[in-house]
Nanobody, 116 residues
Framework: QVQLVESGGGLVQAGGSLRLSCAAS????????MGWFRRAPGKERELVAA??????YSAGSVKGRFTISRDNAKSTVYLQMNSLKPEDTAVYYC???????????WGQGTQVTVSS
């Protein structure tokens, strides 16, 4: 089992930045694909970004604004979010798995609210 704990969410004004962190514990592996999903009110859950080895994936809606990275020594994955927009408001979930999309393990989620 892998446990994932997110942190770093909060309230920010449009145009601002936040960095989300996800600390992994348990049977972690640097070979796992790590990802960030989000679910906005009334919308489907969507994959925001994922990282596998040295390769990254970003959804079109966040490309150029969000960056995913990982520190294997700390078993932590990050999501740097810049130029935030009100439509980025959602609960953000960290996830891990063996392929993209990584859906085998989930964190509890962290709320991100962007005010206009």
């Amino acid at each position: 089992q892998v446990q994932l704990v997110e942190s770093g969410g909060g309230l920010v004004q449009a145009g601002g930045s936040l960095r989300l962190s996800c600390a992994a514990s348990g049977r972690t592996s640097s070979s796992y694909v790590m990802g960030w999903f989000r679910r906005a009110p009334g919308k489907e859950r969507e994959l925001v970004a994922a990282i596998s080895g040295g390769r990254t994936y970003s959804a079109g809606s966040v490309k150029g604004r969000f960056t995913i990275s990982r520190d294997n020594a700390k078993s932590t994955v990050y999501l740097q979010m810049n130029s935030l927009k009100p439509e980025d408001t959602a609960v953000y979930y960290c996830s891990a798995g063996t392929q993209i999309p990584p859906i085998d393990y989930w964190g509890q989620g962290t709320q991100v609210t962007v005010s206009s």
